[in-house]
């Protein structure tokens, strides 16, 4: 683990990060965990109250409620097995425990400006690998 100072303070946070702007899911076995589209489905119990869901208040959504399953059911000692890529900037991230992260762009913007996901260390000054509609950049 590493150390950022973030917001005033010094926070515990692992080595990399992963940035993710495209389409992902998290799945165990057979079974979705939890996906990007979580976002814009309300959590269980606000079923009938469909024309009052509002996704962006913390809590309210379907993702809020199974990400933090997902927490809860991880640890610490959680790692990544394998990575294997695709051609058009799709990932699977192979976890311990069973779990699946794949990561698929979904679109096919390719301007300067399009970015489905971005690996960097959290250190200062280190460089970025980024998955664009244009192929990988290092920036």
């Not at 515990?12 to 495209?22: D, M, N, R």
């Not at 606000?46 to 990400?67: P, S, Y």
């Not at 933090?68 to 051609?87: G, L, M, Y």
């Amino acid at each position: 683990m590493d150390y950022v100072f973030k917001r005033g303070r010094t926070e515990e946070a692992a080595e990399y990060a992963l940035h993710i702007q495209c389409s992902w899911r998290i799945a165990k076995g057979n079974k979705i965990v939890v996906g990007s589209g979580d976002f814009y489905s309300p959590r269980t119990g606000l079923e009938n109250e469909n024309e009052h869901f509002e996704w962006d208040i913390q809590g309210n959504n379907r993702f809020d409620e199974r990400i933090a399953f997902f927490i809860k059911d991880i640890n610490e000692h959680t790692i990544v097995e394998r990575v294997d890529s695709d051609e058009v900037g799709g990932l699977k991230i192979f976890l311990s425990q069973g779990y699946l992260l794949e990561v698929f762009p979904d679109t096919s913007e390719d301007d300067e400006y399009s970015e489905f996901s971005r690996l960097f260390k959290r250190k200062e000054d280190s460089s970025h690998f980024v998955v664009t509609g244009n192929g990988l950049k290092n920036e």
